[in-house]
């Protein structure tokens, strides 16, 4: 039997030369278009065009940024993108950029690394940002807590997440205690938290209980009347209202001031409800 040789058949340049010689134009036209027809490149473009018009020199901020509206981007388009001169100059872009979904934890990282405090509250908050990109924009901020001025933590207190104003409360800082207090995103919890430390003061602790948000939740109270840092004077003033039980568990609490244990007393006296002394409650039990 011989061997059949096929004979190599022309490629059928007819078809394709046209799509080629059109895609190669709209290329260029990406590299020198102005004005609306370089904004409209960018946002319905796909990846090779928005690649192509990043080079183009009339390239600006806002077309950066219109770029990053699209959810759908590749990560090697993104990281074309923050190796733009316009964007490594614009703290607007590099937000948009760490916020982004689809940025790459390494660039994330260094785009975290490049923003000020205040900044990196703007990518946990900014609506497009993922879960895992809040995150680490929260732990950003908490890292640098240690080493940042009061001034700029006073205004973190007014704008940071709950558990920011958790870490914040915990320095036991009246300036910060006040500002966290004016923050929507508290929540009691943090407070408790705050109200169960020994670092919380006579003067937090009275800044809680004053507030008008705060300071008339029971468990609050409650708890506030449980730290041997509160002021008497609350005790005189909260006390009528709370249960018998609760009282008499306070006057039993260990570390509880002699101020504190006098009013406590007071208060039993006057509902005449003897308080169990700790031999009598071992008794019962």
Same mark, same amino acid.
């Given at each position: 039997m011989g061997t059949t040789i096929e004979t190599p058949q022309p490629r059928d340049t007819a078809s394709t030369a046209p799509f080629d010689s059109a895609r190669a134009a709209t290329l260029l036209k990406a590299l020198s278009a102005k004005g609306e027809e370089l904004a409209t490149l960018l946002r319905e473009g796909d990846a090779d065009?928005?690649?192509?018009a990043l080079k183009n020199p009339e390239l600006r901020e806002a077309h950066l940024l219109a770029v990053l509206r699209r959810m759908k981007l590749p990560?090697?388009? $993104?990281?074309?993108v923050a190796h733009t001169p316009q964007a490594m100059a614009s703290r607007r872009v590099k937000i948009a950029l760490a916020a982004h979904p689809a940025t790459p934890p390494a660039l994330l990282q260094e785009l975290l690394g490049q923003l000020h405090l205040l900044e990196l509250v703007e990518v946990q908050r900014h609506p497009a940002a993922s879960a895992d990109h809040k995150s680490a924009a929260q732990q950003a901020i908490l890292k640098r807590l240690p080493d940042t001025?009061?001034?700029?933590?006073?205004? $973190?207190?007014?704008?940071?997440?709950?558990? #920011?104003?958790?870490?914040?409360?915990?320095e036991g800082e009246l300036r910060l205690v006040q500002a966290v207090l004016s923050n929507p995103r508290l929540v009691e919890g943090n407070l408790l938290a705050?109200?169960?430390?020994?670092?919380?003061?006579?003067?937090?602790?009275?800044?809680?209980?004053?507030?008008?948000?705060?300071? #008339?939740?029971?468990?609050?109270?409650l708890t506030a009347l449980g730290n041997r840092n509160t002021p008497a004077i609350w005790f005189t003033l909260l006390l009528p209202s709370l249960p018998a039980a609760e009282v008499r568990r306070l006057a039993q609490a260990k570390g509880t001031g002699a101020r504190q244990l006098e009013a406590l007393r007071e208060? $039993?006296?006057?509902?005449?409800? #003897?308080?169990?002394?700790p031999s009598d409650k071992a008794e019962t039990t």
């Amino acid at each position: 039997m011989g061997t059949t040789i096929e004979t190599p058949q022309p490629r059928d340049t007819a078809s394709t030369a046209p799509f080629d010689s059109a895609r190669a134009a709209t290329l260029l036209k990406a590299l020198s278009a102005k004005g609306e027809e370089l904004a409209t490149l960018l946002r319905e473009g796909d990846a090779d065009l928005v690649r192509a018009a990043l080079k183009n020199p009339e390239l600006r901020e806002a077309h950066l940024l219109a770029v990053l509206r699209r959810m759908k981007l590749p990560e090697a388009l $993104l990281r074309s993108v923050a190796h733009t001169p316009q964007a490594m100059a614009s703290r607007r872009v590099k937000i948009a950029l760490a916020a982004h979904p689809a940025t790459p934890p390494a660039l994330l990282q260094e785009l975290l690394g490049q923003l000020h405090l205040l900044e990196l509250v703007e990518v946990q908050r900014h609506p497009a940002a993922s879960a895992d990109h809040k995150s680490a924009a929260q732990q950003a901020i908490l890292k640098r807590l240690p080493d940042t001025e009061l001034g700029i933590k006073i205004t $973190l207190a007014r704008r940071g997440s709950s558990t #920011v104003l958790e870490a914040l409360l915990a320095e036991g800082e009246l300036r910060l205690v006040q500002a966290v207090l004016s923050n929507p995103r508290l929540v009691e919890g943090n407070l408790l938290a705050h109200l169960r430390s020994p670092l919380a003061s006579a003067e937090t602790i009275s800044a809680v209980l004053r507030h008008e948000r705060w300071g #008339v939740r029971p468990k609050i109270r409650l708890t506030a009347l449980g730290n041997r840092n509160t002021p008497a004077i609350w005790f005189t003033l909260l006390l009528p209202s709370l249960p018998a039980a609760e009282v008499r568990r306070l006057a039993q609490a260990k570390g509880t001031g002699a101020r504190q244990l006098e009013a406590l007393r007071e208060e $039993l006296t006057r509902r005449e409800i #003897v308080p169990m002394k700790p031999s009598d409650k071992a008794e019962t039990t």
